[in-house]
Every structure is written in C-alpha cells, then in structure tokens.
C-alpha cells in the first residue's frame, strides 16, 4: 500500500500548496479510500503546461520540506477527487425533470426537438457554457459527452470547456436513419467525414479528447455503424460511446432491425466499436456472454440510476458485472438523468443494487459508490493515474468538501466514527452544497453558497 508522504518530479513552475483534510485512494485500481484530517498537497505547472500534484502528505510531514510555498488553507474541509461522469448529454440540460412514459416517447418529445436547437452555433456556446459550469458547480471535473449530430455543437462544447482548462472528452451524434429531419445525417458517407474532420480538430488540444458517437443502433445504418467502426480502428486513441441494453422495447427494436446480431451488444462489436476505451451507457439487460465480451475487450459500461429509475429502464446487475469482471463507472446521464449531483447519482446507485429483483440485493460500501465516480470512473476511460484521484503524477483537478453544509449534515458527521460512516452520511444527505470549492488545474473554478467555517 502507498504511505505517505509521496512525491513526484518534474520541472515545475507556479508551485501552490493546498492545505486541508484529504480523501483520496492510494491504488486507484481499487476501492480502498484513505483519509488525512490535515494533509498538504502541493501542485505546479510542468514543461508540458499541464498542472500536476507534486507531492501529498501529512502537513506536519510534508510542510518543512516546501518552506516558500504558498499555501491555499481551508480549516475544517477536505480535498477530494473531482467526480469523473461517464455518460452525461450536454444538449440535453433543458430537458431535464420533463415527464415521459418511457425512453422512446422521451426521446421524441422532449429531447429531439431541443437537440435541433443546436445546430446554432450560438445557442450551442450558451448551452455549453451553462453545462459546464454547473457541472463544476456540482464538483465534476471530467466527462464523457454527448453532443448532437451537428458539427457546431462538438465545437462549441469543445470550445467552451478549453477555455476553462477542462479535461473533458466529447463526440458528434452519428443518427442516419429513424430520426427527425433537423437532426438525421443526410449523408452518411459526409457524416463520417465529419467525424474524421473533428477528430482531426480537437482530439488531444489542449485536455480535450474526441469520442466517436453513434447514438445508439437503431438511429445508425449498418453502413454508419461499420463506417465508425472503421474510425475507431484508424484512431485507437479517441473513444467510443453509445448506448446498449437499456430498456425491453428498445432491444425488441434492435432484434428486428438487425436479426443477424446474437445481441444488441453485439451489433456495435460486428461494427468494430467494442474495444479499449468504448463506453457503454446502461447495459441493464445483458447476459453473461455481453459482459464477459465486454470485459474481454476492455469496454466499459457507464452506470445511470437516476436515468433507469426515472425512464422505468431497470436495474443494472451489480453482482453480475463484478462476476464477468466488466469495469464499470457511475454516470448522470442527465437530461434522462435526474440531477447533476454526483451525490444524487451515488445514492440512487446504492439503492439500486439493494433491490432484490429476481435475484438477491447487495449492499454497496460507501467507499466503492464513491471509487466508481471517480478513480473508477477514469480507469474505465483508461485515464488511470491522470484524473479521478489525488496522487502524485495526477492532474490538478479536485474538489473541497464541506462536511457542515447544512445541519443535519453537521449534526451527522459530527457523530461519525468511521471513514465508511462519514462518507455515507455525504452520499444519502448530500447535494451541491457539499462542493465549497472545485479547483481546476490549480485554479479555484466554483464555490458554493456555505462559507469555509461552517453551515
């Protein structure tokens, strides 16, 4: 097991100290969380530009050996990993909370006709700008989106989360066929042009990555789909994201559509799109063969409770994952999800995998639900080691928590014995509140409305 303290060097510049309590996980691979009631982490820009954590420990160990530095102190909080968010939809932040009977009709009646707003590239920055922000409002750091299949949509997004210096990773939609006019591709062969021409453009400027975005199979000729595959093999350094398995009238949709697949998974992976670094959203109704192929290729499969319970999707099997050994990342999804919150998202997921339906519920350690939305999460989109924690080496991004931010929030914390207790009471009871500050690339980006010393 890593000790601290821990040091990492590079040639650096603008070196800060951060001084606070300090949650991190010393193996990312895995779901043990550590905690420091009064740690220094120590941060500079290095030779790339890129800010990186030079050092965490103790701060009555760590702090003799950086006597100039300047140091940030925030009494009675603690730093954390920024929230990774595996699966979220940009152009669908207007959408959110909008009642539907089910995936299909939420999709033609609300989601759909905001999504052609898009193609202005002004509404597109707007939109984005918004997003973004209250992402960082809410303390997530990192995200793998969607935007819609209009090119102005990926730059904007794009666009907006350079100038704040995000690591964020984003696609145009690829959707040629069962989709209304304003958002169908016209033109398939121009439609991977398209993609080809933005990959070109914003894959590794700056923190910027690109994924390769069918919408999910029913919206995608096999021409498109095996087009994309075709992208995906040819740049096996950008991402792959979609949607699979998420509910019975969709997967019946799919079997029609495409007789030949033994699965709905198995449509993406005849099209060359399951590989390292594709991520799946859902993946409730699997079998065991998906999950292992799955596991086998280094897939991973975003985790969306909020989404699931809100569109009546189901429930994704947790043991069953674990079992085929499938990695997996907890996810918004919003606007089918119901909130930005990683908190929200946390505690829905714990109540989720407690459910005994058709086989028995298990209970999710605090420390994991919080692994998978972080650490986890990054590892899923092979970023191991660059966000998702606090660790040397890593990327400056992180959040501070305020463990008082409301009372009963103070009043459950302060009665806390063990790191597990403490951090379930932040799940089930916390909101945006929570996040006092997000630092991104060692620049305090959001605060939220509690001060520093307390509710």
């Given at each position: 097991m890593t000790t601290l303290p821990m040091q990492h060097t590079a040639p650096l510049t603008e070196q800060q100290g951060w001084r606070a309590g300090l949650l991190w996980f010393p193996d990312p691979q895995h779901p043990q969380a550590r905690h420091e009631s009064d740690a220094l982490v120590v941060t500079a820009?290095?030779?790339?530009?890129v800010v990186r954590i030079q050092a965490i420990g103790p701060h009555r160990e760590l702090a003799p050996q950086w006597p100039e530095l300047p140091v940030t102190h925030w009494p009675g909080l603690c730093m954390a990993p920024g929230f990774v968010d595996l699966h979220i939809h940009y152009p669908q932040t207007d959408v959110i909370g909008s009642p539907a009977d089910g995936l299909l009709p939420w999709l033609e009646h609300y989601t759909f006709p905001h999504e052609k707003q898009l193609a202005d590239p002004a509404r597109a920055q707007e939109v984005a700008g918004f997003f973004l922000d209250e992402l960082m409002r809410q303390g997530v750091t990192t995200a793998l989106c969607f935007a819609t299949a209009?090119?102005?949509?990926?730059?904007a997004f794009m666009a907006q989360a350079q100038q704040r210096h995000l690591r964020m990773l984003s696609g145009k939609v690829l959707q040629d066929r069962h989709s209304p006019d304003g958002l169908r591709d016209t033109d398939t062969a121009w439609s991977l042009r398209q993609t080809e021409d933005l990959i070109r453009r914003w894959h590794g400027v700056d923190r910027l990555g690109y994924a390769i975005t069918p919408r999910f199979a029913p919206t995608s000729t096999r021409e498109q789909l095996h087009g994309a595959g075709e992208i995906a093999q040819q740049y096996p350094e950008v991402w792959v994201q979609s949607h699979v398995a998420e509910n019975v009238d969709e997967i019946r949709w799919v079997h029609e559509l495409f007789p030949e697949a033994r699965s709905y998974l198995d449509v993406y992976d005849r099209a060359g799109l399951l590989r390292q670094r594709s991520v799946y959203a859902h993946c409730i109704h699997l079998d065991d063969a998906d999950r292992r192929r799955m596991a086998e290729v280094g897939a991973a499969a975003a985790i969306c409770p909020t989404s699931n319970l809100f569109l009546g999707s189901g429930f994704f099997d947790y043991p069953a994952a674990d079992s085929a050994g499938l990695r997996c990342g907890l996810a918004s999804d919003v606007g089918g999800g119901t909130s930005f919150s990683p908190f929200h998202t946390m505690h829905a997921a714990y109540t989720v995998a407690r459910q005994n339906v058709g086989r028995?519920?298990?209970?999710?350690?605090?420390?994991?639900?919080w692994w998978q939305h972080t650490a986890g999460a990054a590892a899923a989109l092979d970023l191991n080691g660059q966000v998702g924690n606090l660790l040397p080496g890593g990327e400056a991004d992180f959040v501070v928590l305020q463990p008082r931010a409301t009372p009963l929030l103070a009043r459950r914390t302060a009665q806390t014995e063990t790191l597990a207790?403490?951090?379930f009471a932040m799940v089930v009871l916390g909101d945006d509140r929570l996040i006092a500050h997000t630092v991104i690339q060692g620049q305090i980006a959001a605060s939220a409305r509690m001060s520093d010393n307390g509710a």
């Open positions: 820009r290095e030779a790339d530009g209009h090119p102005a949509s990926v730059d028995p519920g298990i209970g999710l350690a605090p420390e994991h639900l207790e403490w951090l």
